[in-house]
């Protein structure tokens, strides 16, 4: 649905919880367009909403931590992904993003066990492949970076980002395997 489309339906979502304001289900969507128009704090303020009315609602707390993250609040991001997957231990897209989160952060090997996550619950998340093999650069673990780069790659070439990753593994892993040899060709023999 194009951004414009989206007014439409937040003015008919409005008029749904004006006539009913415990209608849950008209707040996660009006959170959910104003998501998709990029406008998160009024995402979130919806999103509360919709949480206060259903506090078992895995899908608004995936995308109220998605609104966050957004907005590089990856701290709050980070809570309210665990909560929905505290509700719904199934959700690789949840999983993906809190990976994401923690790599925002700097928190690789946090990233790396999301990512894994993200990937076993759902193996053609060419994204979640690319991110954990970003993560596993970023650890200097290039043989694994390789591995999931690969298969992010298999799965969606046109992808340039993973290319591009991919290559900078393969060349880290080149640059510190020449290293290793330099050094111990010229100070341990």
């Not at 590089?72 to 997957?85: G, L, R």
């Not at 596993?136 to 780069?149: G, L, Q, S």
Request: no cysteine; charged share 30%.
């Amino acid at each position: 649905m194009k951004k414009e489309m989206y007014d439409d339906a937040i003015t008919f979502f409005q008029k749904a919880v004006q006539l009913d304001p415990k209608y849950r289900w008209a707040f996660r969507k009006l959170g959910y367009s104003f998501m998709k128009k990029e406008m998160y704090d009024d995402a979130i303020t919806f999103f509360q909403k919709a949480v206060q009315l259903d506090p078992k609602d895995s899908w608004t707390f995936g995308n109220m931590g998605y609104s966050f993250m957004q907005k590089e609040m990856y701290d709050d991001a980070i809570t309210f992904f665990q909560k929905a997957v505290q509700l719904d231990p199934k959700d690789s897209w949840t999983f993906g993003n809190m990976g994401y989160s923690f790599m925002k952060k700097e928190m690789y090997d946090d990233a790396i066990t999301f990512f894994q996550k993200a990937v076993q619950l759902d193996p053609k998340d060419s994204w979640a492949f690319g991110k954990l093999g970003y993560s596993f650069t970023k650890k200097e673990m290039y043989d694994d970076a390789i591995t999931f780069i690969q298969k992010a790659v298999q799965l969606d070439p046109d992808v340039k980002e993973n290319l591009l990753n991919l290559g900078i593994a393969f060349w880290k892993k080149r640059k510190v395997s020449t290293f290793k040899y330099i050094f111990q060709e010229r100070y341990l023999n």
